[in-house]
């Protein structure tokens, strides 16, 4: 990679020495003060105000990963840690939770800023900057969430793999063998399903401590996949959503070649048009001339 | 000493628009159509957008002034694009608040010196050259996003803007060399005169590159690195097979366009069409790409039962296909189901058009390419078997076409006009005849005197045939092609082959890294003037794999073709320019 800027900046600053009349006053981008058009008036606050919720957004999403972080962290200490694993398993349990929350209230975020979009478009054409950046970073935005919600869902999956896992080896380790569909049907059942199981581990060789593993770990299975029945509503409503989009949505030559030319608003033209008519030099010299008498009809 | 591949490009274009972000501010990034294309094919809306960029659009277009945002320029230092943009500054109002610029390539002294003039000069805060004037395609693939080129090259009527263009690929052939810190030997195969003038074009480039960035070529192992400049007219065959490994197969059947398949499924929502695309993000893609479809469809299935085995979903074998089911009860793997339900459909769709026309063709064309059958046995009446093709009305033109051109290739000695003109009748083809003189353009000689390599390996019947450039691959790296064919432009460093892969000099730090990102062996650069087909892309990856990972073997060209667009590209060789072009 080449830097050229000091070269640019040798050729102008030479021509200013050479021409300096052709520049006038120092135009310091950072202080210049920017000339008002109605046009770029109207729309410099819609865009601003998208701009700000689409960085909260995007800030909100950012702690809805750390969160799964934390509970992928808090997930991996049960097998290593010497805490109470009730106390484990509230954490998990509530930072789930959370996340859940979380993520329910950024997925009304997120529809309600899709339906902010739609209307700029109705509104401001969809060829509008303020509808295209609305339109992108909602586009990114929901693409970023469902990431944030996949993680979170794969975080649940290795958790339920985890704890079947375990009951099955502390079952065997008390000399019962649990299979698969078992399993599936003890957690279909709740809290029966655990009486049904510790009755029928009544007859095995019995440790309490296994008992208290399997019993511990089948309720975190049932919480879990409560949990998981809860948020797949959610995950629904956004397979449904990435269904209706075609995949060129996230694609940068779609976006760009679908644009088209921007067109100023009609008042602003007629205003320009205004303008170019008094400055007319034919109005100014000769005003008698025919071409003069035509222009008059605008 | 960084190692620098195909897939590290857009990490370095993220990098170039996150080198200018600022924490709060969005920025409007403005490309013209080649940087577009680079852009493209390396990022998502949803990259840029992470790194600061909140709107896309295209320089060439009328915009809409947003002054209250910094602009990023990401153009070709072409006189178009420079335009533009000084007008974006011309009047009293600026379009937007300042400007970044980035130049593909490098800018030439006079558009240079007039954006030192203008007010741009006022409110530039960057200003690089970012050397990536191509479009990594795939991991061992380039493009230079020029499907005119074939023209250009080899029409017959005459063309202005040959020597222009001949400079521009030579420039964007020095990029690619310059990213990835190449400066490889160049050769260039010696019976075509545009491969000589194209090799010299490109040496004065590199090496102007090279002055500025001495570390291109650096490291005892990229002393081997070598650039091969090799015509189409080489090896026409290979564009014209039609291939049954999955990409081939499916470009060449299929309509997709764009690297976009399109196809209709139920799914959970009211939308039935699916546009999905086949590029390197989607893992099962890269796995099956150059499988044969035979073992296609069944991989898939595999995957996709070993998958919902894990997921713990109940699949019936009929429901394998039925997506909307699985995808209602665990829609949080929408991005897995989808994955699978588009290869099955892929796959299905070229079975489909396979076996509506397509397997009459295959054992013949092979026999023609190969010369002879499947038991080895050299072809004796090569005419008797394509007449029964050429007289099926339910062939396709093109296919016929095909057809011809390999039993002319197989012809060693020629066709007489004659014949020529009573197949062309027999098939019923006179539309699209001249397809099969303007090959003549191409210089295409018989391929009798090339030896082919004997090759071992068990291949399926219908599959025998190998590109030649696999077998220039393999020659180039032991170091046995002969100079005389493919002499070099300049002399190379002498070569010493017992020197080993991984220099000692590397030390400790990359031991963290995965295998292709810190390995420094020598480079194989192929480019192939006139278009690429999906087989030589393919035989890049195989060459590559057999060494064992001490060479990589990139392969690229001004764009990649298919069976369709290489006919219709030699069909428009003696027609005079489309001026929109």
């Keep these: ?298 | 000493q960084i190692w620098v591949c195909l897939k590290k490009v857009p990490e370095i274009l993220n990098g170039v628009i996150k080198s200018v972000k600022k924490e709060g501010e969005w920025k409007v990034l403005i490309v013209d159509h080649m940087s577009m294309r680079i852009l493209s094919s390396c990022c998502k809306m949803s990259d840029i957008l992470a790194e600061g960029v909140t709107i896309v659009e295209d320089i060439n277009k009328r915009r809409e002034p947003i002054s209250s945002l910094e602009a990023i320029y990401l153009i070709s230092p072409v006189e178009k694009s420079v335009r533009a943009l000084i007008d974006d500054f011309k009047d009293a109002a600026f379009t937007y608040k300042a400007a970044h610029i980035f130049f593909t390539d490098t800018c030439p002294d006079g558009l240079f010196a007039e954006i030192g003039r203008s007010r741009v000069a006022k409110v530039v805060k960057t200003l690089k050259e970012i050397n990536v004037a191509f479009l990594p395609y795939e991991s061992q693939v380039f493009s230079l996003d020029d499907p005119n080129s074939l023209y250009s090259f080899y029409s017959s009527k005459p063309n202005e803007g040959k020597e222009k263009m001949i400079e521009t690929l030579a420039e964007q052939i020095a990029t690619l060399c310059d990213t990835l810190k190449e400066y490889p030997a160049i050769r260039y195969r010696k019976y075509e005169k545009e491969n000589a003038r194209l090799a010299d074009e490109v040496y004065q480039r590199l090496t102007a590159h090279k002055a500025d960035n001495p570390t291109m070529g650096e490291g005892a192992d990229k002393a081997r690195s070598q650039l091969l400049i090799v015509d189409r007219g080489f090896d026409p065959i290979s564009p014209i097979l039609h291939e049954l490994t999955f990409q081939a197969m499916a470009y060449d059947l299929l309509d997709i366009k764009q690297d976009i398949y399109s196809y209709q499924s139920t799914g959970i929502g009211n939308s039935n069409d699916r546009e999905v695309l086949l590029d390197e993000d989607d893992e099962l893609w890269v796995a099956l790409r150059h499988m044969h479809i035979a073992d296609v469809t069944k991989k898939v299935t595999e995957l996709l039962q070993t998958f919902c085995q894990s997921k713990r979903m109940n699949t019936d074998n009929a429901n394998i296909k039925d997506l909307s089911q699985m995808l209602k009860k665990m829609p949080q793997y929408q991005k897995e189901l989808s994955m699978y339900s588009t290869h099955l459909h892929l796959a299905g769709a070229c079975m489909k058009t396979y076996k509506a026309s397509v397997d009459k063709l295959c054992e013949v064309e092979q026999d023609l390419a190969m010369g002879e059958n499947e038991e080895g046995e050299p072809l004796k009446d090569a005419m008797k078997s394509i007449v029964p093709v050429l007289l099926d009305n339910e062939i396709k033109a093109y296919d016929k076409i095909r057809i011809i051109l390999l039993y002319i290739f197989h012809m060693k000695k020629g066709i007489g006009e004659e014949n020529l003109a009573k197949l062309i009748q027999h098939a019923n083809i006179m539309a699209d005849s001249n397809i099969i003189n303007n090959l003549q353009n191409l210089g295409c000689n018989i391929i009798a005197g090339v030896d082919r390599k004997q090759r071992t390996e068990s291949t399926y019947q219908l599959s025998r045939w190998v590109p030649i450039i696999k077998d220039v691959m393999e020659n180039a790296i032991e170091d046995k092609l002969d100079r005389k064919q493919w002499p070099f432009i300049s002399d190379p460093a002498p070569i010493n082959t017992t020197q080993t892969a991984v220099s000692a000099r590397f030390g400790h730090w990359h031991k963290n890294k995965s295998p292709t990102e810190y390995r420094s062996g020598p480079r194989l650069i192929i480019f192939v003037i006139g278009g690429l087909s999906h087989s030589e892309m393919r035989s890049a990856y195989e060459v590559t794999r057999a060494t064992d990972g001490k060479w990589e073997v990139l392969i690229g060209s001004s764009h990649i073709l298919t069976p369709t667009s290489f006919l219709n590209d030699l069909k428009s060789l003696d027609q005079v320019p489309n001026p929109d072009c």
């Excluded at chain 1, 050479?18 to 520049?23: S, V």
Aim: charged share 30%; proline share 2%; glycine share 6%.
């Design chain 1, 1 to 298: 990679m080449r830097d050229m800027l000091q070269r640019l900046q040798t050729i102008s600053e030479e021509l200013e020495d050479y021409e300096p009349e052709l520049y006038g006053d120092e135009y310091d981008v950072d202080k210049g003060t920017l000339s008002q058009q109605a046009v770029m008036f109207e729309n410099t606050s819609p865009i601003d105000d998208i701009l700000k919720e689409a960085h909260s957004i995007s800030k909100e999403i950012s702690l809805l990963h750390l969160e799964v972080e934390r509970l992928t962290i808090n997930n991996e200490r049960f097998g290593t840690s010497v805490r109470r694993l009730t106390l484990l398993k509230k954490d998990s349990d509530s930072i789930a939770r959370g996340i859940q929350q979380r993520g329910g209230a950024l997925h009304i975020r997120l529809q309600a800023l899709g339906q902010e979009s739609g209307q700029l478009e109705e509104r401001e054409g969809p060829n509008s900057a303020v509808s295209r950046i609305a339109r992108a970073q909602h586009d990114t935005l929901s693409h970023l969430f469902r990431k944030a919600m996949n993680d979170y869902n794969e975080a649940e999956e290795m958790q339920r793999s985890a704890c079947r896992r375990r009951i099955k080896r502390q079952a065997s380790i008390i000399g019962t063998e649990i299979t698969d569909e078992q399993l599936d049907g003890m957690v279909d059942k709740g809290g029966e399903g655990w009486t049904e199981l510790s009755q029928s581990l009544q007859g095995a060789r019995s440790s309490r401590w296994a008992m208290c593993e399997i019993k511990g770990r089948h309720k975190e299975l049932v919480e879990l996949e409560v949990r998981l029945k809860e948020v797949h509503d959610l995950f629904l409503d956004m397979a449904v959503l990435v269904e209706e989009q075609s995949s060129k949505v996230n694609n940068i030559e779609a976006n760009v070649c679908g644009t088209q030319e921007y067109t100023e608003k009609i008042n602003v033209n007629v205003k320009r048009a205004l303008q170019y008519k008094r400055k007319n030099p034919c109005q100014q010299c000769c005003p008698c001339l025919p071409c003069w008498n035509q222009n008059r009809l605008l």
